[in-house]
């Protein structure tokens, strides 16, 4: 198992109605503690609380009990099939699995409103596949392992109950305030790998009003300005200058490189694969836990939009392909605003407008980037994103500015904050920093004198560590995958030309991002394949990228190479397997488990006549280990060639070696057999009450 194939291993799982009695506890993912971060390996008897990116599985003797954090950052994705069930906190992980072994099908709906989302998915349980549910943010898990039963508990978390005007919720703020400084300033004691961001706008501010209050060395770590404007960076440096600390100082950070793009294209894709658009492609992983601290998260009554406003703003831009896009979009939006409409917490169109962009938003794009920089050992840390302070109304019956909860903290924890402009030429209204004043004194904040935080000394030590050897960027791999002619035909069988059109020109005009776009395209597609494999009809690997040998193998050998010259390569290391069951009952084979994900299945015309439908299998992996069903009773023949390769109209030898068939654990070849197209190694037998037959294979390329 590779490091990275490792790391998947390590932060996903797959639990199915089978396997409950193997079900290990498990910490996936982190914590935030009152005192620091906690992860599988510290979890001992600390109470997890609902702040962090994790799922919790915690096993007794009869029940499995599975808790996710307080925005679901992982996803619980469940799927039935009858009395079976499987659950997995990563869907591509669920979907891989189920292809193989149960029906699935594609949500057509879902994949027309995820095309042009922006940033991710806008859809609250769905997914693409229609019979695996993301289960609510706040829903736990709770399995009966005797009687396979699965319940669900659903957590109150009071959110918007509290108003600042009341020593609750004054009492909630400070405890906010609190136990953010002492995680900080434990953190800052421990490690210099730390980064603060900062920007012009609020959300960073609310932030610094933390670390600028906790009594920490400032010296040592990084405190980072985007410069998405240079007006975000005119103010950071403005702040910088006024209490005296350095923008954009760059420390060494000890990390190592990925080795190859599918490592970088897993790290991304695990987590974020049909919900998130953005991908973050890290090339490294730290091999010290490096902590950042975002303003992810967003304490405003955002977007303030009635129902037909918050419909409108999303879906304008498709109006211009008519129902094809339109009409699935609106449809999930309103069934999601219909599921949120019972909650205690919405009063008016407004909250629930609010309440459906934040609980898509948080869990799709602020949740799953934080498990997918877990994943590197960067430890994403907002504040913003603490169930304790959702507890608290953005607004009061004398306030409706929107901005009220964050003039307050600034008003309480570090007022010098409030002197500088917000970004896009915004100031604060100067109404409500007087009603925040006036609340701040009838309920005092009882100020606490910490120490000074030193922090660790700066280690001497190289910035990175191994060969930086990616032969080819993932965003080029997928404008490559996008610009391929099979893609584009591929495409157009679902969607017209004109979209396939304008996704190749919003590459050229994004600036930010310029291939999400083409991400959800190639997901699409790439689910749509899964699906067709479920159903034993022609499959397409190529478009099965994440498990390709295009990427892998080569780059094993350093060889620099376009996905054209890496195609042409495929011959030399692809054995051909074919299979059919000859009758005269309409008979074929089904797949049931095929151990290679990469491998190519088709039901080519030729093979399917009056004696039945044929099956062929290309796989370049090596081994391949398959359970079929057959289908009516007939002799099971099984080809073992090399692969069908003509130049100038003549067929051309490609070798293969096969060292091992093995049927029913009944071993067939004894001694190595050499087979190409025209002189393939045949076997037969009968099938008759035998409906299903375990093949195994191993071969070697010449």
Same mark, same amino acid.
């Given at each position: 198992?590779?490091?990275?194939?490792?790391?998947?291993?390590?932060?996903?799982?797959?639990?199915?109605?089978?396997?409950?009695?193997?079900?290990?506890?498990?910490?996936?993912?982190?914590?935030?503690?009152?005192?620091?971060?906690?992860?599988?390996?510290?979890?001992?008897?600390?109470?997890?609380?609902?702040?962090?990116?994790?799922?919790?599985?915690?096993?007794?003797?009869?029940?499995?009990?599975?808790?996710?954090?307080?925005?679901?950052?992982?996803?619980?994705?469940?799927?039935?099939?009858?009395?079976?069930?499987?659950?997995?906190?990563?869907?591509?992980?669920?979907?891989?699995?189920?292809?193989?072994?149960?029906?699935?099908?594609?949500?057509?709906?879902?994949?027309?409103?995820?095309?042009?989302?922006?940033?991710?998915?806008?859809?609250?349980?769905?997914?693409?596949?229609?019979?695996?549910?993301?289960?609510?943010?706040?829903?736990?898990?709770?399995?009966?392992?005797?009687?396979?039963?699965?319940?669900?508990?659903?957590?109150?978390?009071?959110?918007?109950?509290?108003?600042?005007?009341?020593?609750?919720?004054?009492?909630?703020?400070?405890?906010?305030?609190?136990?953010?400084?002492?995680?900080?300033?434990?953190?800052?004691?421990?490690?210099?790998?730390?980064?603060?961001?900062?920007?012009?706008?609020?959300?960073?501010?609310?932030?610094?009003?933390?670390?600028?209050?906790? @009594? =920490?060395?400032?010296?040592?770590?990084? /405190?980072? &300005?985007? *410069? !998405?404007?240079?007006? $975000?960076?005119?103010?950071?440096?403005?702040?910088?200058?006024?209490?005296?600390?350095?923008?954009?100082?760059?420390?060494?950070?000890?990390?190592?490189?990925?080795?190859?793009?599918?490592?970088?294209?897993?790290?991304?894709?695990?987590?974020?694969?049909?919900?998130?658009?953005?991908?973050?492609?890290?090339?490294?992983?730290?091999?010290?836990?490096?902590?950042?601290?975002?303003?992810?998260?967003?304490?405003?009554?955002?977007?303030?939009? @009635? =129902?037909?406003?918050?419909?409108?703003? /999303?879906? &304008?831009? *498709? !109006?211009?392909?008519? $129902?094809?896009?339109?009409?699935?979009?609106?449809?999930?939006?309103?069934?999601?605003?219909?599921?949120?409409?019972?909650?205690?917490?919405?009063?008016?169109?407004?909250?629930?407008?609010?309440?459906?962009?934040?609980?898509?938003?948080?869990?799709?794009?602020?949740?799953?980037?934080?498990?997918?920089?877990?994943?590197?050992?960067?430890?994403?840390?907002?504040?913003?994103?603490?169930?304790?302070?959702?507890?608290?109304?953005?607004?009061? @019956?004398?306030?409706?500015?929107?901005?009220?909860?964050?003039?307050?903290?600034?008003?309480?924890?570090?007022?010098?904050?409030?002197?500088?402009?917000?970004?896009?030429?915004?100031?604060?209204?100067?109404?409500?920093?007087?009603?925040?004043?006036?609340?701040?004194?009838?309920?005092?904040?009882?100020?606490?004198?910490?120490?000074?935080?030193?922090?660790?000394?700066?280690?001497?030590?190289?910035?990175?560590?191994?060969?930086?050897?990616?032969?080819?960027?993932?965003?080029?791999?997928?404008?490559?995958?996008?610009?391929?002619?099979?893609?584009?035909?591929?495409?157009?069988?679902?969607?017209?030309?004109?979209?396939?059109?304008?996704?190749?020109?919003?590459?050229?005009?994004?600036?930010?991002?310029?291939?999400?776009?083409?991400?959800?395209?190639?997901?699409?597609?790439?689910?749509?394949?899964?699906?067709?494999?479920?159903?034993?009809?022609?499959?397409?690997?190529?478009?099965?990228?994440?498990?390709?040998?295009?990427?892998?193998?080569?780059?094993?050998?350093?060889?620099?190479?376009?996905?054209?010259?890496?195609?042409?390569?495929?011959?030399?290391?692809?054995?051909?397997?074919?299979?059919?069951?000859?009758?005269?009952?309409?008979?074929?084979?089904?797949?049931?488990?095929?151990?290679?994900?990469?491998?190519?299945?088709?039901?080519?015309?030729?093979?399917?006549?009056?004696?039945?439908?044929?099956?062929?299998?290309?796989?370049?992996?090596?081994?391949?280990?398959?359970?079929?069903?057959?289908?009516?009773?007939?002799?099971?023949?099984?080809?073992?060639?090399?692969?069908?390769?003509?130049?100038?109209?003549?067929?051309?030898?490609?070798?293969?070696?096969?060292?091992?068939?093995?049927?029913?654990?009944?071993?067939?070849?004894?001694?190595?057999?050499?087979?190409?197209?025209?002189?393939?190694?045949?076997?037969?037998?009968?099938?008759?009450?035998?409906?299903?037959?375990?093949?195994?294979?191993?071969?070697?390329?010449?």
């Amino acid at each position: 198992m590779s490091g990275i194939d490792k790391i998947i291993d390590d932060n996903f799982f797959l639990i199915d109605s089978n396997n409950l009695t193997s079900v290990k506890e498990k910490l996936y993912g982190y914590a935030i503690g009152e005192n620091g971060i906690i992860q599988d390996e510290n979890i001992g008897d600390n109470i997890l609380g609902k702040c962090g990116a994790y799922v919790h599985v915690k096993v007794t003797d009869n029940y499995i009990n599975i808790n996710q954090d307080f925005i679901g950052s992982y996803g619980l994705y469940l799927y039935k099939y009858g009395d079976f069930f499987a659950i997995s906190n990563s869907f591509l992980k669920l979907v891989e699995y189920l292809k193989y072994n149960y029906p699935i099908s594609f949500n057509k709906d879902f994949a027309d409103a995820f095309l042009f989302s922006p940033l991710s998915s806008f859809v609250l349980n769905e997914t693409l596949i229609n019979e695996i549910e993301m289960l609510p943010d706040n829903y736990d898990i709770i399995i009966d392992k005797k009687n396979k039963f699965i319940t669900y508990n659903k957590i109150d978390y009071q959110e918007y109950t509290l108003y600042l005007d009341s020593k609750e919720g004054m009492d909630v703020l400070d405890k906010w305030y609190d136990k953010w400084i002492n995680i900080l300033r434990f953190i800052r004691s421990k490690t210099n790998d730390i980064v603060f961001e900062l920007s012009g706008g609020l959300d960073t501010r609310i932030i610094a009003a933390l670390w600028l209050s906790a @009594n =920490i060395n400032l010296d040592k770590i990084e /405190i980072r &300005s985007y *410069l !998405r404007s240079p007006e $975000d960076l005119r103010i950071a440096s403005l702040i910088a200058n006024d209490f005296n600390f350095n923008l954009n100082n760059q420390f060494p950070i000890y990390k190592k490189y990925l080795y190859d793009t599918k490592d970088t294209l897993d790290i991304s894709f695990y987590p974020k694969l049909g919900f998130n658009k953005e991908m973050y492609y890290q090339g490294n992983i730290f091999l010290n836990p490096l902590y950042v601290f975002t303003g992810m998260g967003d304490l405003r009554r955002y977007p303030n939009q @009635n =129902i037909k406003e918050y419909i409108e703003g /999303i879906v &304008s831009p *498709l !109006r211009k392909y008519g $129902d094809i896009l339109l009409k699935p979009s609106i449809d999930l939006l309103n069934k999601g605003l219909d599921a949120l409409s019972d909650e205690p917490y919405i009063q008016n169109e407004y909250d629930l407008t609010a309440a459906m962009y934040k609980k898509a938003r948080y869990r799709h794009h602020f949740g799953k980037a934080s498990v997918e920089n877990y994943l590197i050992n960067r430890i994403s840390l907002s504040p913003i994103i603490d169930p304790e302070l959702n507890k608290l109304n953005v607004i009061t @019956n004398e306030c409706d500015d929107e901005l009220l909860l964050m003039i307050m903290i600034l008003v309480r924890f570090c007022p010098s904050l409030l002197n500088y402009e917000i970004e896009g030429n915004r100031n604060f209204n100067q109404e409500t920093v007087e009603y925040a004043k006036k609340i701040n004194n009838k309920f005092p904040l009882a100020k606490k004198d910490y120490a000074f935080v030193e922090g660790p000394d700066v280690e001497e030590r190289n910035n990175v560590t191994g060969p930086k050897s990616q032969f080819i960027n993932p965003d080029e791999y997928m404008k490559k995958i996008f610009s391929l002619d099979s893609f584009e035909k591929e495409f157009e069988k679902y969607y017209p030309k004109e979209i396939y059109e304008d996704i190749k020109r919003s590459v050229k005009n994004k600036t930010k991002f310029p291939v999400s776009n083409i991400h959800s395209a190639i997901t699409i597609i790439k689910y749509m394949n899964d699906v067709k494999f479920s159903e034993y009809t022609h499959y397409r690997s190529y478009f099965d990228w994440l498990k390709s040998y295009d990427i892998n193998y080569y780059e094993d050998y350093g060889m620099e190479m376009d996905l054209n010259s890496i195609n042409s390569l495929y011959k030399y290391i692809t054995a051909r397997i074919d299979i059919k069951n000859y009758g005269t009952d309409k008979n074929k084979i089904n797949i049931i488990k095929n151990s290679d994900s990469s491998s190519e299945v088709q039901t080519p015309i030729w093979f399917n006549d009056e004696s039945g439908q044929g099956t062929v299998i290309l796989s370049k992996k090596g081994n391949l280990n398959i359970t079929i069903e057959c289908i009516n009773q007939g002799k099971l023949t099984v080809y073992l060639r090399g692969i069908d390769f003509r130049s100038d109209n003549e067929r051309i030898p490609i070798y293969v070696k096969y060292l091992d068939l093995t049927i029913n654990n009944e071993k067939i070849i004894d001694k190595p057999i050499i087979a190409w197209h025209d002189e393939p190694f045949v076997y037969e037998m009968s099938v008759g009450d035998l409906k299903k037959v375990d093949i195994s294979i191993i071969w070697e390329t010449l």
